[in-house]
C-alpha cells in the first residue's frame, strides 16, 4: 500500500496556472499506474488524467485536454498534474491515486487503490 501526499493546490484566477505534486512512499511507485481525479461540492469524483507506469502512455479527461498534463518522475517517486488556462469549473478537490502495475482501464476509479488525502483547487472568474 502507497501512502500518496497532494501539495500545490490554491487559489487562482481564471486563466492562470497552477501544478499540483503528489508524492508517494510505501510502494513501488515505478510500476504503479497514477491517475489524479477531482470532485467539486455536490458532485461526483471524475477523472482528470492518468499516466501508465513508464510514462509513455497518458490520458484525459475532455474536459482538460489541451490544458493539464500530466508526467511523473520514477527517480523522486512523484507524479505531477500541471493545470494551464484553469477555469471556474475545474474548482475541486484534487486527488491523486496509485493502481495496480498495467490495469485494462486507467479512466475509471475503481482501477486504484491508494487515495491521497487531496488538495483544494479554487478558480476565480
Known amino acids: 500500500q502507497q501512502q500518496l501526499v497532494e501539495s500545490g493546490g490554491g487559489l487562482v484566477q481564471a486563466g492562470g496556472s497552477l501544478r499540483l505534486s503528489c508524492a508517494a512512499s510505501?510502494?513501488?511507485?515505478?510500476?504503479?499506474?497514477m491517475g489524479w481525479f477531482r470532485q467539486a461540492p455536490g458532485k461526483e469524483r471524475e477523472f482528470v488524467a492518468a499516466?501508465?507506469?513508464?510514462?509513455?502512455?497518458?490520458y484525459y479527461a475532455d474536459s482538460v485536454k489541451g490544458r493539464f498534463t500530466i508526467s511523473r518522475d520514477n527517480a523522486k517517486n512523484t507524479v505531477y498534474l500541471q493545470m494551464d488556462n484553469l477555469k471556474p469549473e475545474d474548482t475541486a478537490v484534487y486527488y491523486c491515486a496509485a493502481g495496480p502495475h498495467d490495469p485494462l482501464v486507467v479512466t475509471t476509479y475503481s482501477t486504484y487503490r491508494d487515495w491521497g488525502q487531496g488538495t483544494q483547487v479554487t478558480v476565480s472568474s
Open positions: 510505501g510502494g513501488i511507485f515505478s510500476t504503479s499506474a
Open positions: 499516466i501508465r507506469w513508464g510514462g509513455g502512455s497518458t
